[in-house]
């Protein structure tokens, strides 16, 4: 029997045991930390394709369970003048949604599965390095244990050691040019659809907020900045982290500026990195998926969903190709064009986020057009993408 070894369990980790197990095909995964990491406070939106990827692993109700539907993206200016609407989920049949929620709860719904499914997770683990014998592939731990597969699946996020094994001279991840705030009001009322998003694009910031159905605002915030190390964050002190966010937002119009002062439960500043394009996905008995692969701008509001589409893309290629290299390059033949073509359009959304001065007047005037043209086409091939799970993968 086929035995995969799965290198990290975010999310890529766990869908992709899942689909291989339904495949037929056992599978472990290491995880680096002991438990479940910091994610207090962080949430995020799975787009509609992603919620429906889960359904190949039985978890598209579960997810659809957490948090709350999100239609649609308002775009304002620091000004308030409407600059458009992204919808950001299509009108399938059976009414799947995109769905907002805290990111931990994927994590939990996802791993919960797979310890439910048997499959084994050796947590506080970290792969070191990891050899291709041609018969098989042995991963070596940071504890100096090992584990022998016929392959190896990277699924270590954006800052994958898989990615370098495979390549040692592969693009390192870089930085977006954004800090990312996150946190919770109650009790102050927003003039938005429950569960739409308003994003605005602010004189000194970017802030959005949506209202969930117990009337909690869910809001984040991206600062500009040239820093890219740990080093360059603001503390994670709650007073301190308001009075800075306050301070960014205090000549913008709209309510950013009263959800931060009564905001709860701040999520740590983080710094994000992009991986736009890699040349090898995989070598031999070895493959990264999910972001160690392709880490788009948090803007695209997909790095999640591409994962999961890829972890059953990559269990549905296994399962009708057997033989491992020729599986590994049809399953990059498959993803590859769709996902560098959402990471394509996803730059494009970042830097108009992080634009000042000039640019940003600039921005004001064309967005509105672009959202016009970006319309339908766009929303359809990326929300509406539909992954067969019984369809035959040929070679
Ligand atoms: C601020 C922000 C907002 C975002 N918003 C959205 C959004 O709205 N919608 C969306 O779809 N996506 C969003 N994303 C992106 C999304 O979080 C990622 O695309 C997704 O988590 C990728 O999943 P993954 O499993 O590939 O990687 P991860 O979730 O990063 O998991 C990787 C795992 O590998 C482990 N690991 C790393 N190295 C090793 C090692 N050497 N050995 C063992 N284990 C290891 C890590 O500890 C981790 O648990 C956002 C990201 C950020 C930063």
Redesign the pocket.
Known sequence: MTRALI?????????AALALARAGVASEI????PGP?DEAG??????SN?VDALGAIGLREAAMDRGFATPAIELRSGTGKPLGVSRITTTREDGTPSQ?MR?AEL?GILRDRAVAAGIPITLG????TAADTGEGVVAT??DGSTAHGDLLIG????????RTLIDPGAPRPVGAG?V?F?GYTSGVRVDTEPGTFRMIFGSRAFFGYATAPDGTVWW?A?EPTSGSAPADLPSRDAAELRRHLGALFRDDAGPAAELIAAGHDLARP????LLPHLPHWRRGRMVV?????H??S?S????????IE?AIVLAQCVRDLGAVPAALTRFEAIRRPRVERIVASAARVNSSKAATGIARRVRDLVLPAILRFSGAHGIEDTYGHRIEWDRRIEA
């Open positions: 290198i990290g369990g975010g999310i890529a980790g766990p869908a290491f995880e680096q930390h990491a962080v949430f995020f939106t799975l787009g992603g907002t990111r994590y683990t970290k792969l070191v731990f940071d699924c270590d996020g954006v800052h994958s050691r898989t954004l990312n996150g984040f991206n983080t710094l994000t990195h998926i999910g972001d160690a692969a880490a788009p948090p695209s509001g997909q790095g999640a969903s591409l994962s890829d």
